[in-house]
């Protein structure tokens, strides 16, 4: 069977018209995924008896001829900071090795009562924290378009997992770009939803003012039938909005004529490569053919929004991740003789060197003085940033830009150097902080063969245009299928 050939649409139509069987689709993922991953690197973790039991049930409901649910078979691939009642969750730390989740994230229970089947948990950086896995506690992701760099992160693993047929489709999770670096580096689609759109319940945090849940998929199309099953108001999230779901898979479907994209100056400048620029200036002339009205403009405070970032999402991460300390999840100090002692050994020996400088980061930006001059600063200029945005979306409908500065770089390459690695995000952060829709879609390959991205960015709780005029550049230029 071609696995590659499969799209979240075309399986479930596939399997609705009992054409395709949902156990032997599993097992032939399975078997890929035993063949291709040794050399990939994208699951932790696999559920297979669970995934073959929740086959099966959907396979004898087909074969009793019962109306099948929306995604009914549809393999798909949860990074492992999401939590699902039974199975390991790690977060891509040792600290949580072997921590078996007692509940199920809101998003995993809305895909499996859809009827998807979860394949297994992926790899990514160690509590999302990072940009290229390299940071996952257990072993890197290697990029399926090139198995010498990274496939981006910290969703890196579902990333890759969805490029390599490893599953039909992903859930990540983006806190300062981690759905759509990795996706841009992969050849895949990624979606970043609105802050509050989809539910974080049994999310593990990060930085809870950033974090996001969202699909990487192969198409447009997947990544909008996925979020309109995972979207909406949960009463275990208060931080969930209560804002109708849009049939998005209806709304993708309409023209871009007319609609206006704003490009802002200074997504264009120094450390911006120049393939990644030249790929996305075509894809906005072919935005342009398309009826869209391009539209310069400026968003004056973007030198300002990695800094911004990495105040404000280690500052949270210190507060989060205070309650992994040996008593209630996962690792325990043996060695300890106080608790004391026992809290900071078994902190010191669970978590890896990238979380530990963030702990420190963050506890040092909230610090009494440093407090006004470093979190205070960065929430003033976070506001900014949200207000650069309000600006700009009342001259145009949606925002393009570069995805990432450069295609995927080489593992090892910035290990050493963690600020060219925060350097990364560049593109990306700015919209978790001011918490508006974004999504990437591959436009384009560069000479040495790998993946560039576009990156368009909405309105609050526009995620619709934002599919829309990416599902009408996949069209005008064939990427989709
Ligand atoms: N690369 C960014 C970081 O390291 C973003 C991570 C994310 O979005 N989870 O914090």
New binding site residues.
Partial sequence: MDLSALTVESTRTAVAERVLNPVALAEEFYKKIEADDPQIGAYLTLCKDRAMKKAAAVQAAADKGDALPPLAGVPVAIKDVMTIAGVQATAGSKILKGWIAPYTATVVQRLEDAGAIVLGKTNC?EF????SNENSGYFPVHNPRDLSRVPG??SGGSAAAVAANLCVAALG??????IR?PAAFCGVVGLLPTYGRVSRYGLIA?ASSLDHIGPITKTVKDAAILLRYIAGRDKCDSTSADVPVTDYEAEIGKPAKGLRLGVPKEYFGEGLDTEVSTAVETAIQKLAQAGCEIVPISLPHTEYAVPTYYII?TAEASANLARFDGVRYGHRSSSAHTLSEMYRRSRDEGFGAEVKRRIMLGTYALSAGYYDAYYRKAQQVRTLLTRDFENAFQQVDAIVTPTTPTPAFKLGEKVDDPVSM?L??IYT?TA?LVGVPGISVPCGISKEGLPIGLQILGGHFDEATVLRIAHVYEHETGTGR
Wanted: aromatic share 10%; net charge negative.
């Fill in positions: 950086d999302a924290m990072g940009s992160g910290s999770s983006d806190t300062g770009g981690s670096q990060f999402a925060y990364a995000d952060v978790d």
